[in-house]
């Protein structure tokens, strides 16, 4: 009998470099593989498992919901889907919004909505200017806005209108805005491209510049949003706002969903501008209904920052014991360890071997991105592991 592996190898046009074990369930922060293996869970999907695995109230809400309709058209009202953009438009202070189901179509919704602000309001400008190692999606248009050329030169003419700037340069962002520019586009902390944190100031001056020049700020919050920071959104620790901003991984606690929010100025989309069949689906707006409940009103952002400095701590008390380690990045439950040497694919390799799932970020930087609800058992569980394995490495 072919294993899972050999199965998928002859059917699967490969794109992911997989890890060896077939998860089957989970629990708070620790997945099962089909062998029964368990591991302590700092990945959670990509920054989405935001309550953890097999919990048992977003379960219920699912199945409940299941039973009622899983799927009505945008072409009726379903009041999930209300409930939902009632709390992201409050906790946010954003006017408006509308439901996508990934952080690439969130951020083409946000893409087509500064466009077509600009075509209308700044003589036709629909210049977006993005930053290096930004990572934004992987459709046609998304690899454009996207700072890793890798990931569109394969594919020949993408969306034409992306400029790019050093992350955290004011000045270079300053120097390439003109008459054409439409839109700046920002992660307020850049995940994929390593976890990397902006100076204190950064995104309050590039919130300045737009003002001053008359163009929008997107902020991409797909990672750094729903409470993974600490804060409900990465901006609010900035003291700024956004004019569109675009979430989804967390935000369904693993049921795929997105949204782009906007301020009134921004919100120009009007009826045929826009639509998506599954965007706001009934199901996944029951779900993340739950989820941002959870975060918002039931303790969760409260567990996330307690848990953060616990790992913080963590960390540092790590870095004094291993010399392999020179630093960390990151805010709240999204981190970056900083290695010395680039040797994090291999230290995480054998991490999962002994019982901890976490991402190679940087070929120097592993990132930690648990369930939000993590304990700090399960925190201690995962450091054992990392310290064992890093002493391979000395
Ligand atoms: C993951 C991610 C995306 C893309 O989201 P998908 O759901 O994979 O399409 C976009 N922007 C940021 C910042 C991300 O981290």
Sequence with gaps: MLSIPEREAKIHMNMFRRAPMTLVRGKGSRVEDSDGKSYVDCVAGIAVDALGHGHAGLAEVIAEQAKKLIHVSNLYYSEPQINLGEMLISSSGLDKLFFVNSGAEANEGAIKLARKW???????AFNIISTDNSFHGRTMTTVAATGTPAYREPFGPTTPGFEFVPFNDFNALKQKVNAETAAI??????GEGGVNEPDPSYLKQVRDLC???GILLILDEVQTGCGRTGKMFAFQHYGIMPDIMTLAKGLGGG??????LANEKAAVFQPGDHGSTFGGNVLACAASEYVVDQILNQGVLETVN??????????????DRSNLIVGQRGKGLLKAIILRDDIAPDVVGKCITAGLLANPVRPNAIRLMPPLVITEN???????ILETVLKEFE
């Design 255 to 260: 049921v795929p969903i997105g949204a782009v």
């Design 118 to 124: 600009g075509i209308q309001n700044r003589d036709g």
């Design 185 to 190: 586009l920002l992660e307020p902390i850049q």
């Design 211 to 213: 003002d001053a020049e």
């Design 306 to 319: 307690q848990r953060a400095a616990y790992l913080e701590n963590k960390i540092k008390q790590l870095e």
């Design 378 to 384: 399960e925190l201690d569980d995962a450091f054992e």
